[in-house]
């Protein structure tokens, strides 16, 4: 049960095993982060790591992602086409000279009469005096950016199909990797951690590793590859609006690294508090009957209130810090959208550009900036998953139970003898619990230990069954180390009740 809710034998058997190696909490002191920041870089990198068996299916993830951003980065340019097919025909229709002027005759004449301005801008339209939008080449402007839009969204629907299917075998992967190790480790690692700790490890934080592949991985992938295609056609339409749209590119970096800095502890504290606060539910409810029979059930309350308010302290501070990312970014963008349109008409207006081109770029700076945005506002979802990424690593990298011998040792004629000799065992090293204890039990005797709460009497059915290596000394079955068999064959050999009931369907 939680802390202040635990019974006398609990809490005796508590103070035999001595404290958790690490602090907090008494009952959550075992396999948590720390406090530190989280240690993105690593973590993250063997987050990325689990996707190594499907290499083949990655590389398909990103070839039909390239084609598809290509298609959709040339649209535009392509549409500002269209534009200027629409300026001129404007142009053309309503310019007043005679019949048969040429384009050349109409800007020399504005240049003699002092108009070099308009002269300027007229110098850089392809249009004909006289002649109207051309609607025909406007048609078939129009059905390439459709043909192009179109097979970039089908590419991009193929491309999140086969993204899903290899997160969600790799996140299969993973779950069966937390199950054998959970098989594999020592009891002592389930004894100085809540039942409810542990189930938050292998279900919410495993959860919300996959919720976290699956919003970041196909948009920062997207995303990453718009900017260098939108970036390249923005240096091909005009270098110097290009120069400056790249400006917003290191405040933006600066922004997203100084907000995400402060919430990366705060994401640590919010998936800390969920497993704690899933551990005293837990082990609140399991144990209900006791809470209810010695009359616990304001401490009960009182320590789920305060771990609750714990939660949700962190994780209103994890959210709110990381949710100023997307608005800052937007305000930057809207910044770089004025200075584009500024410096974009002064160009049109001096007929250094056409009027296609600088609505090409505001739309390209549109989805420049855009995509940075998305970058930073997926900032506290890929925090958070790799926050939970490090708790599920730490059951991973957690040590395991010593091996069984190499060439184990079997017992042919089996009758029962136990006998421990000269054996010594602590929980914790500097609190010895048994120390030099003699023992023997002959086949078919019975001995009945008897002893006060945390004298040891269940740690020596422990050390018997092997759930626990010995610190000196050596117990044997029928004259054999029980060290030299294998724990299955041991373990096959005796019976043990346990005072809870457990039914396995």
Do not use: C
């Not at 959970?182 to 590793?209: A, H, K």
């Not at 000269?422 to 929980?427: I, K, P």
């Amino acid at each position: 049960m939680a802390e202040g809710v635990k019974s006398a034998e609990e809490k005796a058997a508590e103070a035999r095993r001595g404290p958790a190696r690490r602090g907090g909490p008494p009952h959550m002191q075992m396999g948590q982060p720390g406090e530190k920041s989280l240690n993105f870089g690593p973590s993250a990198k063997r987050l990325l790591g689990l996707l190594r068996p499907e290499r083949t299916k990655l590389v398909v993830v990103i070839t039909l992602a390239v084609v598809s951003v290509v298609l959709t980065s040339i649209g535009p340019k392509i549409l500002g086409r269209a534009t200027d097919i629409i300026f001129a025909g404007v142009i053309g229709s309503t310019v007043k000279v005679p019949p048969g002027t040429t384009k050349q005759q109409l800007v020399d004449g504005l240049r003699a009469n002092g108009q070099t301005t308009y002269a300027d801008l007229l110098a850089n339209i392809d249009f004909t005096p006289g002649v109207g939008i051309d609607f025909e080449a406007l048609k078939g402007v129009l059905l390439l950016v459709v043909a192009l839009f179109a097979i970039a969204s089908l590419l991009m629907w193929v491309q999140g199909w086969v993204l899903q299917g290899l997160l969600q075998r790799t996140m299969f992967r993973l779950r069966q990797d937390v199950e054998a190790k959970l098989n594999r480790l020592p009891l002592p690692y389930f004894d100085r951690q809540p039942r409810g700790e542990v189930l938050s490890r292998v279900t919410n934080d495993i959860d919300n590793i996959s919720m976290s592949l699956q919003q970041t991985l196909s948009q920062l992938l997207t995303s990453l590859l718009t900017v260098v295609a939108v970036l390249g056609m923005m240096f091909w339409i005009s270098w110097l609006l290009a120069l400056i749209a790249l400006v917003t590119i290191p405040v933006s970096v600066m922004v997203t690294a100084a907000i995400g800095k402060r919430s990366q502890k705060l994401f640590i504290q919010q998936w800390r508090n969920t497993g704690e606060l899933n551990g005293i539910i837990e082990e609140t409810f399991t144990g209900h009957g006791v809470v209810k029979v010695f009359g616990r059930q304001k401490e009960a309350e009182a320590a789920f209130e305060k771990k609750n308010d714990e939660l949700f302290g962190a994780a209103f501070g994890a959210q709110f810090i990381s949710g100023i990312i997307m608005p800052t970014m937007m305000f930057i963008g809207n910044l770089n959208y004025v200075l584009v349109a500024v410096v974009g008409g002064l160009r049109v207006a001096s007929g250094s550009m056409s009027l296609g081109d600088v609505q090409a770029f505001i739309q390209y700076s549109r989805q420049f900036t855009q995509p940075l945005t998305q970058v930073a506002s997926m900032a506290n979802v890929l925090q958070s998953g790799v926050a939970s990424a490090e708790r599920v690593f730490e059951v991973l990298d957690a040590e395991e139970q010593q091996p069984d011998a190499g060439t184990p040792a079997t017992i042919a004629d089996p009758h029962g003898a136990v006998a421990f000799e000269d054996v010594s065992f602590s929980y914790v090293p500097d609190k010895p619990l048994i120390e030099n204890l003699d023992l023997s039990v002959s086949p078919g005797q019975t001995v009945a230990i008897v002893g006060p709460t945390g004298a040891g009497k269940t740690t020596l059915v422990n050390l018997v069954m092997r759930f626990y290596e010995l610190d000196g000394g050596r117990i044997t079955l029928d004259g054999v180390d029980i060290r030299d068999l294998t724990r299955h064959d041991l373990r096959s050999r005796i019976g043990m009740v346990l005072q809870d009931t457990w039914l396995f369907g």
